[in-house]
């Protein structure tokens, strides 16, 4: 009797469930990382092109300098706090009725001082609120 040893084939690697889950792996790093890169942005604010400020009785201009400090109609503000800065504002909003706020920020000034003056525009209840900006020279 001639035993025939039993013949073994050549194993098969089976590629397609493989890139089956690298394809899945690959679509999900792609949906879960985020591409922000805003720290290489150079911006230069703020410029517009628009007309001219026309002087009106009923608007309240704040002045944000780019240390921080605040000047409120052409009158400095002592003190950078919101409370401070309310407390001007309430002043120079008396008698004025529905007044607008126009923020006239430096363009290196801090995003905070910003945010510390529309803060305190809420809080004394100024609720029409404008940025200027400086014309193009172009």
Do not use: C, W
């Amino acid at each position: 009797m001639r035993f025939r040893p039993p013949r073994t084939d050549p194993p098969e690697i089976n590629l397609i469930p493989f890139i089956d889950v690298l394809l899945v792996i690959l679509i999900f790093l792609m949906l879960s990382t985020t591409y922000s890169k805003f720290t290489e942005l150079q911006i230069t604010l703020p410029s517009a092109d628009a007309d001219k400020l026309k002087d009106r009785p009923q608007e309240i201009v704040v002045s944000v300098a780019a240390d921080g400090r605040y000047v409120i109609n052409h009158q400095p503000v002592e003190g950078r706090s919101v409370d401070i800065l309310g407390n001007a504002l309430r002043q120079a909003a008396a008698g004025r009725g529905d007044a607008s706020l126009i923020i006239s920020a430096d363009a290196a000034s801090a995003h905070q001082s910003v945010i510390n003056v529309m803060d305190a525009a809420r809080r004394v209840g100024l609720t029409r609120v404008t940025f200027a900006a400086q014309t193009d020279a172009r």
